[in-house]
């Protein structure tokens, strides 16, 4: 039987903290995707290619790996609340800015910068979750904020389409400019309140009680002796850990999918029909709005189960199989409806890739391990936007960029069903007493 306690504690914690995460994630995926939106019309006035717009979509990945381990490290030293404030008001700036690219290069470098100013939120705020979410409860909490990014893009679509057909013109600046500045501004506020309302860990949490505050001190320390939270680590130990190069891997191949589709969704589903800027925003909006509905159910399975590498497996595999299907669809409605059971199981399996980076280390080892796991995923954002932009290029449509995502989604599930998380033996005798529970996920 549950603590009543433990239960009043986590139902507090969950309605604290995770309103504002949400909008941190939904405004962090929605200035990744909305050049996206952008492009459909940015792409004829600036005169881009598919090859400059995918390029520009994958730079941003390359300045956001340079700085994830470093930044990530500063936010253990620093604290949450502020460092993450500091990476929302910095991306919203440049968020904001992207409305005055002029050429090729301001758009390169201003992707660059955004990429450079975003580093570290994800995983940061994935260590964040480990001082206030015991192990049970944290892939529910990961999947409630990542579900965010669904939202956005359900949402993002027909905003940023609306937008850049209704806010045409004001100023001199064309709908896509203002769209940019508009999605960028709610950053650099949530910056200000992140500041305000951000509690650093629940010792410092007046709005708990002291017996809640005692149970959750109580349960996360002794998960982190478990886990063996050293202050001190050696980067190579992490870095020699296969189960951070396998989980690294995974998700890089996932992202290939994950950025690569949505990145290109609004001009895919263009291509089906004579659409308006506005129908697409709509249409768009589907996908993502059914990736809501898996994560959810994936997520309370993962938990309920204890296993993450099977459901990993199974959301990988189907979304490859149905954007398989999607590239050879005799019409473009089947074609579309296989888009969104993509949409349905693609987005389902980040909760499960952060429940599991999160949880072979805490402490300082942890921060390393994650932000090094995220640094190395990132070659799936490198590749996915890039190689459609140049596949397009090549063939004037998306079937075979479309068959390419699908074998990385393929390769991702053959690393779920085969990758260790749990330390060897070997592993197990170099570990801090206590640390062997470390990764105890099946």
């Given at each position: 039987m ?21 909008a ?23 005169g881009?290619?598919?090859a400059?717009f ?8 390359f ?14 030293r ?101 769209m ?42 002794k ?20 189960r951070v ?5 995974l ?41 809501v ?11 309920r ?15 490859a ?22 949409g ?13 980076a999160?949880?072979?280390?805490t ?25 459609i ?39 197990i005798?170099?570990?801090p ?10």
């Amino acid at each position: 039987m549950i603590d009543p306690i433990e239960t009043a504690t986590m139902r507090r914690v969950y309605g604290r903290l995770m309103p504002l995460l949400f909008a941190m994630m939904f405004f962090n995926y929605l200035d990744r995707i909305n050049i996206g939106f952008a492009a459909l019309d940015m792409n004829k006035q600036l005169g881009f290619s598919p090859a400059v717009f995918g390029f520009a979509g994958s730079i941003f990945f390359f300045g956001y790996m340079l700085l994830e381990v470093p930044s990530n490290l500063l936010l253990h030293r620093v604290g949450a609340r502020r460092w993450i404030a500091r990476i929302l008001l910095t991306w919203g700036a440049v968020a904001a800015a992207t409305a005055f690219v002029f050429n090729e290069s301001s758009f390169y470098v201003l992707r660059f910068l955004l990429g450079v100013m975003e580093a570290g939120f994800l995983p940061g705020v994935a260590v964040y979750l480990t001082k206030w979410f015991p192990v049970r409860y944290r892939a529910r909490a990961v999947g409630g904020y990542i579900i965010a990014g669904s939202f956005s893009a359900v949402l993002g679509g027909p905003i940023s389409t609306a937008l850049m057909t209704y806010a045409n013109g004001p100023l001199g600046l064309q709908g896509w400019q203002w769209m940019f500045i508009l999605e960028g501004v709610p950053a650099m506020l949530l910056g200000v309140l992140t500041l305000r309302l951000m509690t650093e860990r629940p010792a410092d949490a007046a709005w708990l009680t002291d017996a809640q505050k005692a149970w959750l001190e109580t349960t996360l320390t002794k998960e982190r002796e478990a886990l063996g939270a050293d202050k001190h680590f050696s980067m190579l130990r992490v870095a020699s850990d296969i189960r951070v190069w396998s989980l690294a891997c995974l998700f890089g191949c996932a992202l290939v999918g994950i950025y690569g589709l949505f990145l290109w969704l609004p001009q895919i589903v263009k291509s089906l029909g004579n659409l308006s800027n506005l129908e697409v925003g709509f249409l768009s909006a589907a996908p993502p709005l059914l990736g809501v509905l898996g994560t959810l159910l994936i997520s309370r399975s993962s938990d309920r189960t204890g296993d993450r590498k099977k459901h990993l497996a199974f959301v990988y595999g189907m979304s490859a199989l149905a954007i398989a299907g999607s590239a050879y669809a005799p019409n473009p409605v089947i074609a579309y409806a296989l888009l969104c059971v993509t949409g349905l199981f693609i987005y389902a399996g980040n909760p499960l890739f952060w429940s599991l980076a999160s949880s072979f280390r805490t402490g300082a080892a942890g921060a390393a391990t994650i932000a090094l796991i995220n640094t190395v995923a990132q070659f799936g954002g490198l590749v996915g936007p890039w190689s459609i932009g140049l596949v397009r290029n090549a063939t004037g449509n998306f079937k075979l960029a479309l068959l390419t995502i699908a074998a990385f989604l393929v390769v991702a599930t053959i690393i779920a069903l085969v990758m260790r998380v749990t330390p060897s033996e070997e592993e197990i005798d170099a570990l801090p007493a206590g640390d062997s529970h470390a990764g105890n996920f099946h």
